[in-house]
């Protein structure tokens, strides 16, 4: 290996964000009788982000992902658990602290029309980090933004325009150039092409890719449309209430599926091809998901689980590597399924328990 | 014989801005016990023109025909509509979670609702509803039946919906994005209740989705419809292995794992048109890469594709393009691949 080789190697597996058992949970008023509830948001995640590299987090909603990623990012206190960024501790950072990093990490949002100011100009808006943080003199920024505007393919002359002049698509661009102004290592993008017609999230995601080439940024990239993460993440991890169950590189989690759960959801993911449509398996989970409030004991998913033992119900099984997998594929259940092994349905008595709880 | 037989559907609305034509000439039909399936981008016009089916666009200018039993919905009086809607039509609509009124029992608003329609004792009633329940597989119906629209989740809600839909045992169902605000195992529960409940009863049904994946798992037919236009209609899988429009194409080439390569995407160029606006004769020309001469001078109708008399498609190019086409050759991926962002 010539030493150029060893350091491609290097940087790719070099961890950029470390989350090491981050909880968060937030009061609510509880049932009549108990005058305090928690729900259990984030409730002991484990995971790291690699330099470089696109990681996918995906799972229903409600099962945690944005909270998990406003931790990640520190627009959230932690409850509980530490986050790492370059070496650096965050998990207690202050404001002040917080400043540097938030550089470095940005966000895009799901809702191109909700997260704009309406009566903002879109030139404003693109320049608001170089504002806050104090970069650059006021009358270069100008060139800056449009520079910018350029970047996502957003015309420049378009800068005194505001957000409602702009296409969904377009607005989304917004989004990315203000994310992409302070040239951050790493972007979280919560959802950033959910709210688009097909046609138009195909121009976002490539450029999304373009960019990520470009200026070798990090993605975390947070969805529940599975096709699209498939195609945008090199890992993948698999929420469900509050916890991490599985994470794997893209192809494995598709070809080598483990955990239940995984395989539920993968069989649900409707594809747009007849002949494969009218031939596959499908499981179609019964019950509903459980409230973050009062989670399953043991295993989350042994309520809804075809494969539940005794035993899920009891203990918690660790996110681990199983049944000889290589130590970046790790899965977090008792009885993990071969490659190939079809996950019969639950039965109806099944399904019945779980809306009693 | 069909069941409903829509022709040259025209609606528009007068706003502020001016007249927007929301639906310019769609024609379809849909025949007893099928699925037609309805995709189209965002503002399409899915929404407003199967709603001016049941006459419920408030403002709205309607023009055309729409033949069900006998009776042309868009010319029949209020009266004969109220006696229509619900009974004959059911309908489910793009908001699931606000359709439900949150202060009643889920079983108190579905017993109203077939007691509105038809004189039947409550206790029947009730029965009735217990069934229904059933029918969309809510556990334990007869104890649920009690509680309130809040303690049910999401898509159990939407089952609940669909119950009350077919509370009467409509012909027809019209169901206007019912699994969008859903996750995939919601939906995937959801929509094979739907079609547990079509083979039971032989209800058919209209599909409104944006996703191409839905419509490949459930419809018998579809139409893609385009600026308030249809651009194609035909069987399932000749849309999606023999579609012949370049609308069809470049929506199934933006697909992941569709047209494009693993790295990049094939997106169509440039966004949907304004509905204020004076439209090319092919409402498609400014996004599309196959564009010749003709598609700006002629209005493309609405014809059958070689040799397929059921497959339509508004296009100019050859007839029998459906037979010889290749994803290597797509022109929409030439010019993405071209193009700078
Ligand atoms: N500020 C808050 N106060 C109380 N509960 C909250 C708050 N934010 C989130 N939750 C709850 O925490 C859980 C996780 O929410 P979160 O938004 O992280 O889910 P998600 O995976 O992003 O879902 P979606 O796919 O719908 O965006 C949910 O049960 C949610 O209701
Ligand atoms: N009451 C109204 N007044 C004026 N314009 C309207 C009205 N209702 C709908 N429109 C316009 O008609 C067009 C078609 O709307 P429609 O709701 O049918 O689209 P759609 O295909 O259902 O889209 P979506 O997938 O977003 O639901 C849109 O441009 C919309 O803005
Ligand atoms: S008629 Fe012309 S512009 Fe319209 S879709 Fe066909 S080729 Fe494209
Ligand atoms: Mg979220
Ligand atoms: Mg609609």
């Given amino acids: 290996m010539t030493s150029e080789q060893t350091e491609a190697v290097a940087s790719v597996d070099e961890t950029l964000l470390h989350v090491e058992d981050v909880r968060k949970y937030f009061r609510v008023r509880g049932h009549a009788g108990s005058s305090r509830a928690e729900v259990r948001a984030v409730d002991g995640v484990t995971l790291d982000v690699r330099r470089g590299e696109t990681l996918g987090l995906v799972g229903e909603t409600g099962c945690g992902k944005s909270t998990l990623a406003r931790c990640m990012t520190r627009l959230y206190d932690l409850t509980s658990g530490k986050i790492v960024f370059q070496d650096r501790d965050i998990s207690r950072a202050s404001r002040h602290d917080l400043r540097t990093v938030r550089r470095e990490m940005q966000m895009i949002f799901q809702d191109p029309y909700g997260s704009l100011n309406p009566r903002r100009r879109v030139g404003s808006i693109i320049g608001d980090p170089f504002a806050i943080h104090r970069i650059g003199e006021r009358k270069d920024r100008k060139g800056k933004v449009q520079e910018l505007m350029q970047l996502v393919g957003l015309n420049p002359e378009h800068y005194n325009r505001f957000p409602a002049e702009f296409s969904g698509g377009q607005r989304q661009r917004i989004g990315v150039a203000r994310a992409l102004a302070l040239r951050p290592r790493m972007i979280v993008c919560d959802e950033p092409v959910s709210a688009l017609d097909v046609s138009i999230q195909a121009q976002v995601l490539n450029l999304l890719t373009d960019l990520q080439d470009e200026f070798h940024l990090t993605y975390l990239f947070i969805t529940h449309d599975l096709s699209v993460v498939r195609h945008v993440s090199d890992r993948i991890a698999v929420m469900y209430l509050g916890k991490v169950v599985e994470v794997a590189p893209t192809d494995d989690i598709f070809n080598t599926t483990r955990h239940p759960y995984t395989k539920a959801l993968l069989s649900a993911l409707p594809v747009p091809d007849p002949d494969a449509a009218d031939s596959r398996e499908r499981i179609v989970l019964t019950g509903d998901l459980p409230s973050p409030i009062n989670p399953p004991s043991g295993c989350r998913f042994h309520p809804r689980c075809p494969k539940a033992q005794e035993i899920c119900s009891r203990e918690e099984p660790p996110l681990v590597p199983v049944l000889g997998d290589h130590n970046n594929h790790v899965t977090a259940c008792h009885f993990p399924m071969e490659v190939g092994e079809s996950l019969t349905p639950g039965t109806v008595a099944n399904s019945e328990r779980v809306n009693e709880l | ?341």
Avoid at chain 2, 205 to 227: K, Q, R, S
Wanted: proline residues 7%; neutral net charge.
């Fill in chain 2, 1 to 341: 014989m069909a069941l409903l037989e829509v022709d040259d559907l025209h609606v528009s609305f007068d706003t502020a801005d001016g007249v927007v034509r929301a639906v310019r000439g769609v024609s379809f039909t849909v025949e007893p016990g099928q699925t037609l399936g309805i995709v189209g981008e965002s503002g399409s016009g899915k929404s407003v023109a199967t709603q001016s089916l049941t006459r419920l666009v408030a403002g709205a200018k309607i023009t055309g025909s729409a033949m069900f039993d006998g009776l042309d919905l868009l010319h029949a009086s209020q009266r004969e509509m109220r006696r229509i809607r619900g009974r004959r039509i059911g309908m489910i609509f793009q908001d699931p979670l606000s359709s439900l009124h949150p202060c009643y029992t889920v079983g108190w608003q579905i017993i109203e609702m077939i007691r509105a329609h038809e004189s039947v004792p409550r206790r029947r009633a009730r029965q009735r509803a217990i069934e229904l329940l059933d029918l969309v597989r809510i556990p334990n119906a007869r104890a649920r039946i009690d509680d309130f629209p809040h303690q049910f989740s999401g898509g159990m809600r939407q089952r609940v919906m669909i119950a009350m839909a077919m509370a009467l045992n409509p012909a027809l169902l019209i169901a206007d994005e019912p699994t969008t605000a859903l996750d995939v195992t919601v939906q995937a529960q959801v929509l094979k209740v739907m079609q547990d409940v079509q083979a039971d009863t032989g209800t058919a049904i209209i599909l409104i989705t944006h996703d191409l994946g839905v419509i490949a798992d459930v419809a018998d037919e579809v139409v893609v419809m385009y600026a308030g236009q249809v651009m194609e209609r035909a069987r399932r899988r000749e849309i999606f292995y023999q579609f012949h429009h370049p609308y069809t194409e470049g929506l199934l080439a933006s697909l992941p794992g569709h047209g494009g390569t693993r790295d990049r995407l094939t997106p169509i160029p440039g966004n949907p048109p304004s509905l204020l606006a004076k439209l090319d004769p092919c409402p498609f020309v400014p996004r599309c890469p196959y564009v010749f001469d003709k598609c700006r001078r002629e209005v493309p109708p609405l014809a059958p594709v070689h040799p397929d008399e059921r497959h339509l498609s508004a296009c100019w190019l050859e007839p029998d393009r459906a037979l010889q086409f290749e994803w290597e050759s797509s022109k929409f991926a030439q010019i993405s691949s071209t193009a700078h962002r």
